[in-house]
Structure formats: C-alpha cells, structure tokens
C-alpha cells in the first residue's frame, strides 16, 4: 500500500454513460498526476496538479475529460459519453514536490471497462 | 524533453542477477535517472534513482556510465515476484513547472524457475 487510494478500483459501464473516478493522493503531497494505460503498454500521460491547479494536459484528454482538484487534496477524473475506446487503467499518482529527486507514488488503479 | 530506450523484453533465471539496460543518450546534466516496476494487474512502484553515482537500496543497485548516456538496474538475485516491467524514465531537476513525468513501454522481466 503506497498511501494513495483510488475509487473505484473496477467500473463496467455501458457506451454514452458518465464515469468519475477519485483519487485520494498521500496527504502531504503537492503534485498530482493521471494516467491512462492499455494492455501491453506504459502508462500514457493524462493531466497533472501542482496544488489545486491544472498545470499540464495531454492532447489525450478530449473535451470528453476533465479533472478536478478542488482545495488541493483529492480529485476527479470525469469521463463523459464514455466510448468503448476508453477501456483502460486509469491509474493516480503524487508526488511531494516538482524536483527531480522526488519520487511518484502510485495508487492500484481504476480498471474501466466500457460496453 | 529527453528519452529513453529500453529492451522490450528479457528473461532471467531464478536466483541470477539480472542486469536491465537503459540508453538515454539525449540525457541533460540536471536529469535525474528514475526506475519503476509494474507488477501485473499494479500501479507502477518505485526502485530507485539517481544522478551521477551509482546507487544502491534494498531493492535493486543502479549503475550509470560515467558520460551518463545509459544506465543498469541491478537485480542481485532474481525471484518470480520480480516478474515486472520495468521502465527508466528521466525527471529534470530544473523543470519543476513543467513535469510530464512521461513512462515509455518499458521492459518485461520474465523469471524462470
């Protein structure tokens, strides 16, 4: 258990509903990330938060997406219309800080499964 | 934002070190070298990192060339809970605004008993 928890850690939705994921981030850390990962590859960069602001978005995040990390603790990641494209790992990180040392820490996942 | 390259995957005996290699030629002086591990149906976890020395912990040693150009993740003695993949990726002391933190495919480890 690295202190980061995500929920819920399994969805199955049908195609057009809405999902939202949260991520509880160790408590003391700044930085927040989300990523998307597929069977057989790396995890592919989403968006991440330094505090309660948005600093970065990948141009995989369509409109369709959006994330939130209000007061700087905790966020969402909202997928709306989901497509069966979608089905992924969604996984959450933190971080305490932006330098290079530090290290990112990893919550279990949010496997979602679009019908 | 410089890259890495890594095998896409290798194979290690039960109980024998294991050396995982890591180019990442376009490497500036202020980017640390970081390693993760992905245990199936996991997040990612850490391994170790490191900027210039060699570095070791309880998981793993980390070796870098002294140009820096690449890098070894050490493994002293393979286990089957070492069956992962691993990705080194390269994190910039300077850039704390701007901190992708982007993961390559990574190699997978299979260990065999």
């Known amino acids: 258990d690295t202190g980061v928890s995500q929920d819920p850690r399994h969805k199955i939705t049908k195609r057009g509903q809405n999902v939202t994921f949260r991520c509880d981030p160790i408590?003391?850390?700044?930085?927040l990330y989300w990523y998307r990962q597929t069977l057989g590859q790396g995890p592919e960069f989403l968006t991440y938060?330094?505090?309660?602001?948005?600093?970065?978005k990948s141009r995989l995040l369509s409109d369709r997406f959006s994330a939130e990390r209000p007061k700087g603790s905790f966020s969402t990641l909202e997928i709306q219309r989901t497509e069966q494209g979608d089905s992924a790992m969604y996984l959450c990180?933190?971080?305490?800080?932006?330098?290079?040392?530090?290290?990112?820490?990893f919550g279990p996942g949010t496997r979602l499964l679009v019908l | 934002d410089a890259k890495t390259t890594q095998p896409n995957s290798m194979e290690s005996n039960e109980e024998e070190p294991v050396h995982l290699p890591c180019n990442h030629s376009?490497?500036?002086?202020?980017?640390?070298i970081h390693w993760y591990r992905q245990l199936p149906s996991q997040g990612p976890e850490y391994v170790i990192h490191?900027?210039?020395s060699n570095v070791n912990n309880r998981m793993a040693s980390l070796a870098i060339a002294e140009d820096r150009k690449s890098s070894t993740l050490i493994l002293h003695r393979a286990t089957l809970r070492d069956a992962a993949v691993y990705y080194c990726?390269?994190?910039?002391?300077?850039?704390?605004?701007?901190?992708?933190?982007?993961f390559g495919p990574g190699t997978s480890l299979s260990v065999i008993p």
């Open positions: 990180a933190s971080m305490r800080g932006g330098f290079g040392q530090e290290t990112q820490y």
């Open positions: 408590s003391e850390h700044n930085r």
């Open positions: 938060f330094q505090n309660e602001a948005q600093l970065e």
């Open positions: 376009t490497i500036s002086g202020t980017d640390y």
């Open positions: 490191g900027l210039t």
């Open positions: 990726i390269l994190r910039d002391e300077m850039k704390t605004s701007y901190d992708k933190v982007i």
